[in-house]
Every structure is written in C-alpha cells, then in structure tokens.
C-alpha cells in the first residue's frame, strides 16, 4: 500500500518470523552505515523481544522501494486503553536507538514513515525519547514535522558515550560523574543487600543467563 505521493513502500512487520526474512537486508544497512549502536543489532533486537516484549505488539516499519528494502523503523505497539503508543524496542533497556536506513534514502524513508504514521489516528502517541539529538534522522524527523505542522514535543539524549580517557581511574569518574543523592542511593542499596547476605560482585556466567531473564519475567509479571 502507498501512501500520498512518496515514492516509498512502508509496511508492517509485526513478528518474529517475519522479521526473520529480512535479516540480511538488516544487517546489510547497519554495515554500510558503520553502525556503532549495539542496540540495533539484529540479534539484540531479537532476542529482547523474546524475552522482555511481554505485552507489546512488533510494530518494526519497513520502507521498500520497488522490491528492495532500504530502511527498517524498530517499533513497538503498546495499548494503554484509548491510546496506543509507538516507541522503539529495547525501552528501558536499550538507552539509545535509532532508525535503520540506507544513507542514500534517509530523506524518502522518514517523510514515508512519518506519513504512514500520522494517517493512523489520533489515538496514536509516537514517542522516540532514546533518539540521539545529533542524528541526522533525529534532525530530518524534527524539520519534516515542523514543516507540516505536526504537533510534536522535541526532547531527546544528549549524550551516548563518556570520554573515559579524562578520568585517572574508576574513583575519579564515580566521583566525578555520579551525583551525591545517587551514590547515597547505592550506598543504601548496598547496605540493604549486606543485610540480606553476602554481597560481592562476579562476571555473569553465561550458562545462567536464562535464569536471570526468567527472574525478570517473573518481576515483570507481579507489575
């Protein structure tokens, strides 16, 4: 289906299973944009929608143009009585995404999606708070709102990496970093954990990975 006078295709990918067909165009745009965001790697995308979509609906938008597909848009749909609210994957895990798009159809991708989207209703509420403020699809998708008058709240991260080679060692940037009311907060934490039993920090044994993600249903569940 085509919507107003975009030359691009958007469609919907709304399982696993289909989504799985077009691992290879995925992966393909991720390398020809450098990708430098583990958050949208295929895989990453996957396996936390296994584990932690719960009650979400995949709603990852697709832009072809003619029979190639030149951009991926990694949503999720989650039902809040009227409202349906469309946000990317990975939240609040994944604390910065991004869109997947071929350089050289940015432009096309965005307009189309953005199109598709606003034709959808009223009752629907797009949020993309982990887009970085200095992507240029982050930019694109401000001015193209902009221009036709959409109403929009712009808010967005500001920063996605530490420069750690500032800081002498893990001391310098706890204390440089880390606000007063947080390290009271984990100081806190602690003590209450001391409390319970012994308390030590060890690398994650790989083997008991799925036990740890079957704690976090089982969290998620009781909310």
Not at 51 to 67: H, M, P, S, T, W
Not at 132 to 140: I, K, L, Y
């Amino acid at each position: 289906m085509r919507w107003g006078a975009w030359d691009l295709n958007i469609f919907v990918i709304d399982t696993l299973k289909e989504l799985e067909k077009y691992r290879p165009a995925w992966e393909a745009i991720l390398e020809q944009n450098h990708n430098d965001i583990p958050f949208l790697e295929f895989d990453w995308i996957r396996l936390w929608w296994e584990y932690l979509g719960g009650n979400r609906e995949l709603f990852i938008l697709a832009a072809q143009e003619d029979k190639e597909i030149v951009g991926f848009f990694p949503f999720m749909l989650l039902r809040k009585g009227w409202l349906k609210i469309i946000s990317f994957i990975g939240f609040p895990q994944a604390y910065y995404m991004d869109f997947v798009l071929m350089p050289q159809y940015r432009d096309e991708s965005i307009d189309s999606a953005v199109s598709y989207l606003m034709g959808k209703g009223k009752n629907y509420l797009v949020d993309l708070d982990q887009m970085h403020r200095a992507s240029p699809n982050f930019m694109r998708i401000y001015e193209y709102v902009q221009e036709k008058g959409y109403p929009v709240y712009c808010c967005g991260t500001e920063d996605l990496y530490i420069d750690l080679t500032r800081f002498t060692d893990f001391d310098d940037y706890y204390y440089a970093v880390i606000s007063s009311h947080i390290r009271k907060n984990i100081k806190r934490r602690e003590k209450k954990l001391k409390e319970l039993g012994d308390f030590y920090f060890r690398p994650l044994d790989l083997q008991r990975l799925e036990d740890v993600f079957s704690i976090h249903r089982k969290e998620w569940r009781k909310r």
